[in-house]
């Protein structure tokens, strides 16, 4: 009894490491880390630059000023002068002239204050510093940035990296810099530190992204099935979302700046321990076919339709996230907490998006739905510039998401599908094409968008990507039945092309290696 007592957790580990649930637990909680530290610094940055750098610089270079000057503010003697011309009596300073014109009788204080522009509060703003939140817009859109550009650079190794050596060590390899990350953004206080952290997320959620997918793509072969896991792990995409800026705004305002990255260490650190029990990631299980490569890949018109809209519907989003808090300061008078509030309504219609079209998108099709989905994006972002207060961005933030929700939803698995269809049935190069469209959005719009609103203005900035979207969406067409390497010859002949809703593996299907003796049971098979 007792040996079958201890030999109980081993069984249930054994197991588990052969369950395909547990993959896409894994994969669900690694995306909803990434994400979650991807939007917790969206309400946190802003703020915190223009407390330490402005009001702090401010706050400074006065203190100074009357340390040097002590005895310029010392109260002078006042004197009183009564006008008999108006029955007033006016006060004035011992030290300083009194001017009194010879045809009105009237006595001027000529050492009464007079308000310049300079000293009266700015016109239609609630903050001060106009310039330097101007400025503002363009450092935190680069800050944002440069995550999904090193995350561009790393990405084209790892989708090879992942054909060579399977996924389990470079999902790993995504935990660790994950996390230090996450601790670096707790302790940094200066813009370049928060810069270089900002980048180190960009290449453990490169490792960990292109990884996850591809291993969930290998496990889920049947098209169905990969759609309805495709939609879960977005799920933990969209859950990452929606608690991250929330979550980061309400912590930054009553706890502090380091509270809510500390707390991210803490998860991460539990997600580690979760990989290390069911992935093994010090074993190599490398693909048993030869990848297409990914040049190959990048000239096939289909993946980069998908590609390319994967990449702009999520540029609007990217190009909020660091000029919509900033808008909301100058224009809406918001406090901290509802900076990263203003993005819960998108997050929660994101996450229904995604599991609701996980499903539905294989119904209806993908395309259909992807075209939909691009429209109501431009529609929402043209709408955002309306809103007057933080009720009225409730309607085309949640449009926004659920539109976002159904592009992801539908794009990531036709990514798998026509790599099965036209191509060779190994996954990692496809995804790490699916993340780089996904990091351009998010490197190209917090970018330019600082860059635009300084020059244009926010709305503009709205109506030019809001229409981009509308213009692309008519391109998802293309992707209604693309066709397959034995339908080319039909094509030319010009014959109806196959309706194509399932296809076989194109490599023996065989249980997921995350067990030893899996791998020798497909070699005894061949």
Not at 88 to 107: E, I, Q
Not at 192 to 198: E, G, K, P, S, Y
Not at 382 to 394: E, H, K, R, S, T
């Amino acid at each position: 009894m007792p040996q079958a007592v201890e030999c109980t957790p081993w069984r249930w580990l054994k197991e588990g490491r052969e369950s395909r649930k547990l993959v896409l637990v894994v994969v669900f909680v690694a995306l909803l880390l990434d994400n979650m530290l991807l939007t917790v610094v969206v309400p946190i940055i802003p703020t915190f630059l223009y407390a330490t750098e402005y009001e702090g610089a401010n706050s400074s270079a006065s203190q100074k000023w009357i340390m040097a000057a002590p005895t310029a503010f010392a109260a002078p003697s006042f004197s009183s002068v009564f006008s008999y011309f108006d029955n007033t009596t006016v006060t004035v300073s011992d030290d300083m002239a009194v001017n009194t014109t010879v045809g009105g009788n009237r006595t001027e204080n000529s050492s009464l204050p007079q308000l310049t522009e300079a000293s009266l509060p700015p016109k239609n703003s609630c903050v001060d510093g106009e310039a330097f939140l101007m400025e503002e817009n363009v450092r935190v859109g680069l800050l944002f940035a440069s995550k999904a550009v090193m995350q561009l650079i790393i990405n084209p190794f790892v989708g090879p990296l992942t054909n060579r050596i399977g996924y389990h060590i470079p999902m790993f390899a995504g935990f660790i810099i994950m996390f230090f990350s996450t601790v670096m953004f707790a302790f940094s206080g200066t813009y370049t530190l928060l810069l270089v952290a900002r980048a180190l997320q960009g290449i453990g959620s490169s490792f960990s992204s292109v990884a996850g997918l591809g291993m969930l793509a290998s496990v889920y072969t049947d098209d169905y099935e990969r759609g309805n896991a495709m939609g879960i792990a977005l799920g933990g995409l969209a859950l990452g979302v929606l608690v991250g800026a929330p979550f980061g705004s309400v912590m930054y305002e009553f706890v502090g700046k380091s509270a809510p990255f500390l707390i991210l260490a803490f998860l991460a650190l539990l997600d580690g321990a979760l990989q290390l029990c069911i992935l093994q990631p010090s074993k190599i299980s490398p693909e048993s076919t030869k990848g297409t490569p990914v040049f190959t890949l990048l000239r096939d018109p289909y993946i980069l339709v998908a590609a390319g809209a994967l990449c702009f519907a999520n540029m609007g989003v990217a190009m909020l996230e660091p000029t919509l808090p900033i808008w909301m300061m100058q224009t809406m008078c918001s406090p901290k907490w509802q900076l990263g509030m203003a993005f819960l309504p998108a997050s929660i219609s994101y996450l229904v998006g995604t599991n609701l079209f996980g499903v539905l998108a294989h119904k209806m099709g993908r395309w259909l739905c992807s075209l939909i989905g691009m429209v109501v994006v431009g529609i929402s972002l043209l709408c955002v510039p309306l809103a007057q207060n933080i009720y009225g961005l409730i309607g085309p933030n949640g449009g926004l998401g659920f539109a976002i929700g159904m592009v992801d939803s539908s794009m990531m698995p036709i990514m798998g599908y026509l790599v099965d269809l036209r191509h060779t049935s190994v996954y990692g190069s496809v995804y790490a094409i699916a993340d780089v469209a996904f990091c351009m959005g998010f490197a190209i719009g917090p970018s330019t968008g600082g860059v635009i609103v300084r020059a244009i203005g926010f709305p503009w900035l709205m109506v030019i990507i809001g229409l981009t979207n509308i213009a692309y969406a008519p391109l998802c067409w293309y992707l209604r039945s693309p066709p397959a390497k034995e339908e080319k010859i039909a094509i030319l002949n010009q014959e109806c092309p196959m309706q194509t809703k399932c296809y076989p593996t194109q490599k023996p299907l065989r249980e997921f290696p995350l067990t030893d003796g899996s791998d020798e049971e497909a070699e005894s098979e061949e």
